[in-house]
């Protein structure tokens, strides 16, 4: 073996790091976000209640903590088992069929046949 070869080639090199309970910072982020969705309803509905507006950002600012701890429990959940980028592409695909396609992602809904169909040629 040469001086400059490499021993092994890493395999997680051009994944997304690992930031909490197994959430890249792309599905903290959308966690977040979710979070201050729902914080903010959660504020209206108290200033509704209370009368005091000052609770709509309050609720936007500290909903996505625990949006983010029990949330993340779910995402790991539904994670586990398959590929690094399926979390990711789900959501891509769910925004495309809503017409938020960004990333101009292509999608085809069609019945997957391993096995060939009955058409065949009779020759006379």
Same mark, same amino acid.
Do not use: H
């Given at each position: 073996?040469?001086?400059?070869?490499?021993?092994?080639?890493?395999?997680?090199?051009?994944?997304?790091?690992?930031?909490?309970?197994?959430?890249?910072?792309?599905?903290?982020?959308?966690?977040?976000?979710?979070?201050? #969705?729902?914080? &903010?309803?959660?504020?209206?509905?108290?200033?509704?209640?209370?009368?005091?507006?000052?609770?709509?950002?309050?609720?936007?600012?500290?909903?996505?903590?625990?949006?983010?701890?029990?949330? &993340?429990?779910?995402?790991?959940?539904?994670?586990? &088992?398959?590929?690094?980028?399926?979390?990711?592409?789900? #959501?891509?695909?769910?925004?495309?069929?809503?017409?938020?396609?960004?990333?101009?992602?292509?999608?085809?809904?069609?019945?997957?046949?391993?096995?060939?169909?009955?058409?065949?040629?009779?020759?006379?």
């Amino acid at each position: 073996m040469k001086e400059n070869d490499i021993d092994m080639l890493p395999d997680r090199l051009n994944r997304m790091p690992v930031v909490y309970k197994g959430m890249t910072v792309r599905e903290i982020s959308l966690m977040v976000g979710v979070g201050a #969705i729902i914080g &903010g309803l959660f504020g209206i509905i108290l200033f509704i209640l209370f009368g005091r507006w000052v609770l709509i950002p309050s609720a936007i600012v500290f909903m996505p903590l625990p949006t983010l701890f029990f949330g &993340g429990n779910k995402v790991t959940k539904l994670k586990r &088992g398959k590929p690094e980028t399926w979390f990711a592409r789900s #959501i891509d695909l769910f925004f495309a069929k809503k017409g938020f396609n960004g990333n101009n992602l292509i999608f085809n809904d069609q019945e997957f046949i391993v096995r060939r169909k009955n058409n065949k040629v009779k020759n006379k």
